[in-house]
Structure formats: structure tokens, C-alpha cells
């Protein structure tokens, strides 16, 4: 059985830092690439980072240089550091395999990030 679980967020300053950690199961990890993504108030899910089944990692431009995706292949987990962060990076964050921009898994449980002015 798929499960992708992501916990680590919560209310934090604009500014502040949050890490967020997914754990994944159900599917062979080390050979998919896996991306975080996220989800605001009325708008579309969007990816927002992914690193490759090799560690090459690529972020959207709004959190680029802010945001560090990383991967533990012996625990079968993904991270996300995000710093410096914004009102404007409040949503659920979920994590997926992802193909291209677009996740491949039934979405698992996500986590809410509020990011206060």
C-alpha cells in the first residue's frame, strides 16, 4: 500500500524557517525522482522542487535560493528546508513521485505551512 506522509509544518513568522520531512512507502523510492508540492487557498496544487533518483535538484523560481530539497534513500525520505519564508508560501505541502511537474501517487497526507505578515 502507497503511503506519503508529510509532517514538519506550522505557523511561523515571515522570515523563520520550517523543515519538513516525508516519509514514504508502498513503492520502490530510490529510483523515482520525488518532488515537493504545494497547495494554497484557491489555487492549483503546484510542484515547488524535485531532485532526481540521482540528487540533481530543481526548484520553481519563487523559491529558489530560499528553499533546499534533499533525499535519504536508506529511510526512504525526502526534506524540504525552507527558509526565509513568506506570506505568500502559506499552503498544504504534499510530497510525490514525481514525472516531470506532475505527481504520480494517489496524494498522501500533506502539512500545513502558515506564514504570518
Known amino acids: 500500500q502507497v503511503q506519503l506522509v508529510a509532517s514538519g509544518g506550522g505557523l511561523v513568522q515571515a522570515g523563520g524557517s520550517l523543515s519538513l520531512s516525508c516519509s514514504a512507502s508502498g513503492f520502490v523510492f530510490t529510483v523515482n525522482d520525488m518532488g515537493w508540492y504545494r497547495q494554497a487557498p484557491g489555487k492549483q496544487r503546484e510542484m515547488v522542487a524535485i531532485i532526481t533518483s540521482g540528487g540533481t535538484t530543481n526548484y520553481v523560481d519563487s523559491v529558489r535560493g530560499r528553499f533546499t530539497i534533499s533525499r535519504d534513500n536508506a529511510k526512504n525520505a525526502v526534506y524540504l528546508q525552507m527558509n526565509s519564508l513568506k506570506p505568500d508560501d502559506t499552503a498544504v505541502y504534499y510530497c510525490?513521485?514525481?514525472?516531470?511537474?506532475?505527481?504520480?501517487?494517489?496524494w498522501g497526507q500533506g502539512t500545513q505551512v502558515t506564514v504570518s505578515s
Open positions: 510525490n513521485v514525481a514525472v516531470g511537474r506532475i505527481g504520480q501517487l494517489p
